[in-house]
Nanobody, 115 residues
Framework: QVQLVESGGGSVQAGESLRLSCAVS????????LGWYRRAPGKEREVVAI????????IYADSVKGRFTVSRDNTKKTVTLQMNRLKAEDTAIYYC????????WGPGIQVTVSS
């Protein structure tokens, strides 16, 4: 039932920034964590960042701590990933995720970082 669509991907040079956004479409009254995962070429999908409904609980992958910031706006129904000081190893397809009972995923969006 939950629909997720990512936007904001693209190609940048190492050290630059990108901001990913995810639009969440859902009926009112449902509460769940939101987050971002990524899959690099030839690698398994991994968690990047997770944020609780109120924003009081946030986790980041060690590889992105200090560089990425996740936030959400429950009125606008969006979750955002601000990515600063990007590295070549950040190159991946990024997926928006909603932690509902079944789990919901966006279609993914490409981020490419050249060094």
């Amino acid at each position: 039932q939950v629909q997720l669509v990512e936007s904001g991907g693209g190609s940048v040079q190492a050290g630059e920034s990108l901001r990913l956004s995810c639009a969440v479409s859902d009926r009112p009254g449902r509460v769940y964590d939101l987050g971002w995962y990524r899959r690099a070429p030839g690698k398994e999908r991994e968690v990047v960042a997770i944020i609780s409904w109120t924003g009081d609980r946030i986790i980041y992958a060690d590889s992105v701590k200090g560089r990425f910031t996740v936030s959400r706006d429950n009125t606008k129904k969006t979750v955002t990933l601000q990515m600063n000081r990007l590295k070549a190893e950040d190159t991946a397809i990024y997926y928006c995720y909603a932690d509902t009972q079944q789990g919901a995923w966006g279609p993914g969006i490409q981020v490419t970082v050249s060094s």
